[in-house]
């Protein structure tokens, strides 16, 4: 037989072969046995799920990769402020451009508070000083503002308000308590502040005969600092008066006589052995127009007719004045105590004890 035509038949049968093998590929081991549409629904499932895994990795990539990105450009934005090292007092500086928000409230809050302790030391120790320099302690404090502004004001950049102040405290031994309001008138150019009204209570108003004369006058002028500034000085005059009484009062008991208290402007000295022959020492406290305290004695007299008919020298008659000389040399305690000195010692009623 010729060859020929045999190979020819061989190789007709290989394709045959081979196209039978691939339009039936042979099947899983898992899958021998089953029926065509129950392998195909298989091959279907495993492929799905190869899927799935395949876009939740990439999902889980695509997460990590943007969480990269957003470190590494926080990286970039801080690199800066890293790299170069700061200088001598620019650390502040660097972290408040990186951080300016964060930086801006801890400073500003740390700062406040830090500011605010400190002026509130430094005003507790000056009210302490002021305290103890005039003996005045306020005590209770209230405010409150009426805004009284109208449109037409408004308008013309005009601001009204009326401040009501309540205040209570003490001035050594004397409690006060007063009540003022003040009027602020503010526009473009200036600001003034008046005071309308003022009222002051002073408790006990009858221990100083003068006090009520002091606030009378300070209420019709309406001048609160001259009242503060006058009122420790008036009341420490005062308490100075009341021992000067109490002193002579207790060294001379039968001469020295204070009908109202020690702490009346007068003391009368009487002579025990000689009866009719009175002196009477007037101390007043007096406050001038800048609200100057001042005091101002004088002195009376009182001396029976015949005495005087009997007084050539007219020394009776010019005792007021040389008592105010006495005064401007030898000051007021002293004064006091060389009149009464003599004055008891040439009629005999007693000696100092």
């Known amino acids: 037989m010729c060859p020929g035509p045999q190979r020819a038949r061989d190789n007709v049968r290989a394709r045959l072969s081979s196209r039978k093998s691939r339009a039936r590929p042979r099947l899983p081991l898992q899958l ?13 499932l495993r492929e799905a799920r190869v899927c799935l895994a395949a876009a939740c990795q990439r999902r889980a990539m695509d997460s990590e990769l943007a969480e990269v990105r957003a470190l590494e450009a926080e990286i970039a934005a801080l690199r800066p402020a890293c790299e170069d090292p700061p200088a001598p007092g620019g650390d502040a500086a660097s972290v408040q ?25 430094h005003l507790e120790s000056e009210l302490l000083f002021l305290s103890t320099l005039t003996g005045i302690s306020i005590r209770n404090y209230s405010k409150k ?5 109208s449109p037409e004001m ?41 005071i309308t009204d003022l009222n002051i209570v002073m408790e006990p108003i009858t221990t100083y005969s003068e006090l009520s004369e002091f606030v009378s006058r300070a209420e019709e002028r309406r001048d609160l600092f001259t009242f503060f500034r006058s009122l420790h000085i008036f009341v420490e005059w005062c308490e100075y008066r009341k021992h000067t009484f109490k002193h002579f009062k207790e060294k001379y008991p039968e001469a020295v006589h204070l009908p109202e208290g020690a702490s009346a402007s007068y003391m009368r000295v009487q002579s025990i052995s000689q ?5 009477v020492v007037i101390w ?10 001042l005091p101002k004695l004088d002195l009376l007299t009182k001396v029976p007719h015949q005495a005087l008919q009997l007084d050539k020298k007219g020394v009776v008659e010019t005792a007021a004045v040389g008592f105010r000389a006495l005064l401007s040399v030898l000051g007021i305690e002293a004064a006091l105590e ?14 100092p004890q």
């Not at 021998?32 to 279907?44: M, Q, V």
């Not at 503002?145 to 502004?149: C, K, S, V």
């Not at 308000?161 to 526009?187: A, K, Y």
């Not at 009866?275 to 002196?279: A, D, N, R, T, V």
Request: proline share 3%; net charge negative; glycine share 8%.
């Open 145 to 149: 503002t009426d805004n009284l502004t």
């Open 338 to 351: 060389g009149l009464l000195s003599v004055f008891c010692t040439e009629h005999g009623s007693q000696s």
């Open 154 to 194: 408004a308008e013309k950049s005009i601001k009204k308000v009326l401040q009501r102040h309540r205040l209570s405290g003490t001035c050594h031994m004397i409690s006060f308590q007063l009540e003022f309001q003040i009027l602020e008138v503010q526009n473009k150019e200036n600001l003034s502040s008046v």
């Open 275 to 279: 009866p009719g022959f009175e002196l």
């Open 284 to 293: 007043r406290i007096q406050t001038d127009g800048e609200g100057k305290v």
């Open 97 to 121: 451009k990186a951080f300016p928000e964060i930086y801006q409230t801890d400073s500003e809050g740390c700062e406040s508070s830090k500011d605010l302790g400190s002026n509130l030391g």
């Open 32 to 44: 021998r046995g089953w029926t065509a549409p129950s392998a195909r629904r298989f091959e279907a």
